[in-house]
């Protein structure tokens, strides 16, 4: 396995979109375990609160047994970073032969913060979140929603430098680092390519590109990774090597609202990172 971006191979319970053999969390039981209805201490909360999420475990079968109960919280899918759904709280219980136990989990709704790439710190998003209760991350027994008032998501701040990090989506991109253990992003040749999701445009109609070019002059393509339509070129000249960067400029097809850009190059390129 070369690439470890986990978002973009769909890799762990997290962002795995197929069927797996084994589920996240699954195990084997003598028994069999009824679940109650969740009953939550509030529906709407603060990014600094405590979500209480309880409920009956009743053991149906004839043998005594432990169950493993797990608490995941789906998120809203504000961008294609955010997790299906991930584990919060979990606890392994004894519950004897036909005989009831009441659980309570508990996480604090910080936990739910995703990172914010424009502020560089975590974020509590506003929105609806599900509560997921069950014995695996693929059995699912018992849902509930909640309400989360936090800040508003924004997407990707144009207005401040985009590192190329802050891309879940690419081809034929190498991350490096310079002497100095500088990050930057190598687009090994002319059909690489880098998005970013969910840049917040304003009708912004100039761009700005900080990239270093080790070989002849070439060009840089700015496009609607939706409509495919180039927004704006950007003549580059030689730099004379890979972490030689400078920063160019062209004119930009001005949009307003979230858009997903996707920059390629004619040749070998260095994006800052």
Known sequence: MKDYNIIRTESTYRYYRGEPTFPFGHGLSYTAFRYSALKLNKKSFEADECCDVSFELKNTGHFDSDEVVQLY???????????????????????????????????DIS???FWNLSENRRTVYTGTYEIQVGS?????????????????????????????????????????SDKELNEYALLENA???????????????????????????????VIDAEKNNVLAEIDVPTTGSLSEFKTFSAPFSPLSGFNNLKVKAGGILSLKS
Do not use: M
């Not at 955010?82 to 659980?103: H, M, Y």
């Not at 800040?151 to 081809?171: F, L």
């Open 73 to 107: 919280v789906k998120s809203p899918s504000f961008s294609s970073a955010v997790p299906i759904k991930e584990l919060k709280a979990f606890r392994r219980v004894f519950v004897p032969a036909e005989k009831t136990v009441s659980i309570t989990l508990s996480f």
């Open 111 to 113: 936990s739910i913060a």
């Open 136 to 176: 695996s991350s693929e059995d699912i027994l018992r849902t509930a929603d909640i309400k989360v008032h936090g800040e508003n998501y924004s997407g990707i701040d144009v207005t401040k430098p985009v590192p190329a990090a802050a891309s879940w989506e690419y081809i034929g991109i190498e991350f490096l």
């Open 191 to 221: 059909q690489s390519s880098i998005t970013f999701e969910n840049c917040a445009l304003n009708g912004e109609q100039n761009i700005e590109i900080t990239v270093s070019n080790p070989s002849t002059k070439t060009k840089v393509f």
